[in-house]
């Protein structure tokens, strides 16, 4: 079966530092890995994209993630974080096994950046 | 060009009643996908439409139903609702084609049923 975990429910970061948010997924197929933000009482955001091709990838925001086939993570990172980015962040996956476009979102993580 | 829309953005009904909310994709967008959000379950997937045709559907049951027009516009129905209804209904579209793939979501429907 399809499926993204978030081990972490909650990201504490200071401003300033690195932050990373963990993914794992796990999918039949070429895996189509994305990342959402949602700040309060709104919808999601798109940050980024793993289709195919370089290994890492770059989004909005200074975001990028890594893919890692062997270890089936797609992690969320950030070289400075700010306090802005303090949100909500979802890793989702696109269910290969199906036709269309089912994407299966993990439980979410929020992270919380200290000024 | 302008997001996606939903209407409306906060409804109260009783059990019971059914419901009927709405959603204009980014103009262009063929793909129109629906999302319920509840602390408890996170974000699950309702059902994806393409060109009117429904193409995938996730596991909820049949009181949940939508369909999509011919403009891309799309509407999902809650019928006979009941309190665990509750929760932020996100419509989200794609462009559909090419390598599109990442979605665009509007802001949301709050659902409260009492």
């Avoid at chain 1, 793993?50 to 070289?79: C, R, W």
């Avoid at chain 2, 009643?17 to 408890?40: D, M």
């Avoid at chain 2, 011919?70 to 129905?77: C, L, V």
Wanted: a positive charge.
């Amino acid at each position: 079966a399809q499926s993204v975990a978030q081990p972490e429910d909650q990201v504490n970061v200071a401003e300033g530092n690195p932050l990373t948010v963990k993914c794992t997924y796990s999918v039949s197929g070429n895996p189509y890995l994305f990342w959402y933000v949602q700040y309060p009482n709104r919808g999601l955001q798109f940050l980024l994209k793993y289709i195919t091709g370089d290994n890492l990838v770059k989004g909005s925001y200074g975001f990028e993630a890594e893919f890692n086939k062997s270890q089936t993570s797609f992690h969320l990172k950030k070289p400075s974080a700010l306090v802005s980015d303090s949100a909500l962040y979802f890793c989702a996956v696109r269910d290969g096994s199906t036709g269309g476009f089912k994407t299966i979102f993990g439980a979410g993580t929020r992270l919380f950046v200290k000024a | 060009k302008a997001g996606v829309t939903q209407t409306p953005r906060y409804l109260i009904k009783t059990r019971g009643q059914q419901v009927t909310l709405s959603c204009s994709p980014i103009s262009g967008h063929r793909s129109v996908s629906w999302y319920q959000q509840t602390p408890g379950q996170g974000l699950q997937f309702l059902f994806e439409y393409f060109s009117e045709t429904q193409r995938n559907k996730g596991n909820f049951p049949g009181r949940f139903s939508g369909r999509q027009f011919s403009n891309s516009r799309s509407e999902m129905n809650v019928s006979t609702l009941e309190l665990g209804d509750s929760a932020l209904y996100l419509c989200a579209s794609r462009a559909g084609q090419g390598t599109s793939y990442e979605q665009y979501f509007g802001p949301g429907t709050r659902l409260t049923v009492t």
